[in-house]
T-cell receptor, first 111, second 113 residues
Framework: QKEVEQDPGPLSVPEGAIVSLNCTYS??????FMWYRQYSRKGPELLMY????GNKEDGRFTAQVDKSSKYISLFIRDSQPSDSATYLC???????????FGQGTELSVKP | DSGVTQTPKHLITATGQRVTLRCSPR?????VYWYQQSLDQGLQFLIQ???????AKGNILERFSAQQFPDLHSELNLSSLELGDSALYFC????????????FGQGTRLTVV
């Protein structure tokens, strides 16, 4: 079993929809949680960074971490065609430690 | 632009050969990470250096090695290349004195023929 599980999709939504992306994990030592966006196998771009449990909001993006359930989510409001990309969750047990990535979810937002 | 620079962007080489990938971290970042991304494996951690010293090691093959130099740039050396080594290789850097978020370069696409 992988340490981090993420549904690869693909996920297709109409423009303006709310998108929900999720990851589950098995290692209770993970304390730092990140979401990256990757366009066409370019370099992953950091979207959200969260320490421990709770919510964090940045513009149209909201990240949630539920450590009791070992479950993290990324919500995208008012999705745009430019949001079409692969979204990767990543986790670490140490500040600045190695990141363990999910497989990535491919998202397509249709105009 | 993340501020992390990787060269070359593309590399095509034959089986059995050796290549060197180069990474310049963001200004001020002391920590450098190397990741491999293949179609079937996703992003896999290879190795981390902090201020010139190896800090963490993943499932890096013995044919692969890395180092971080005094000016903080890093090189990943891949030798006795096999077809299965074809992948994207990413470098990331972080400032551990802050939150430790990792910022990625644009990657080197390695094709072994």
């Amino acid at each position: 079993q992988k340490e981090v599980e993420q549904d690869p999709g693909p996920l297709s939504v109409p423009e303006g929809a709310i998108v929900s992306l999720n990851c589950t994990y098995s290692n209770s030592a993970f304390q730092y949680f990140m979401w990256y966006r990757q366009y066409s196998r370019k370099g992953p771009e950091l979207l959200m960074y969260t320490y421990s449990s709770g919510n964090k909001e940045d513009g149209r993006f909201t990240a949630q971490v539920d450590k009791s359930s070992k479950y993290i989510s990324l919500f995208i409001r008012d999705s745009q065609p430019s949001d079409s990309a692969t979204y990767l969750c990543a986790m670490s047990a140490l500040q600045g430690g190695k990141l363990i990535f999910g497989q990535g979810t491919e998202l397509s937002v249709k105009p | 632009d993340s501020g992390v620079t990787q060269t070359p962007k593309h590399l095509i080489t034959a089986t059995g050969q050796r290549v060197t990938l180069r990474c310049s971290p963001r200004s001020g970042d002391l920590s450098v990470y190397w990741y491999q991304q293949s179609l079937d494996q996703g992003l896999q951690f290879l190795i981390q250096y902090y201020n010139g010293e190896e800090r963490a090691k993943g499932n890096i093959l013995e044919r692969f090695s890395a180092q971080q130099f005094p000016d903080l740039h890093s090189e990943l050396n891949l030798s006795s290349l096999e077809l299965g080594d074809s992948a994207l290789y990413f470098c990331a850097s972080s400032a551990l004195s802050k939150q430790g978020e990792a910022f990625f370069g644009q990657g080197t696409r390695l094709t072994v023929v």
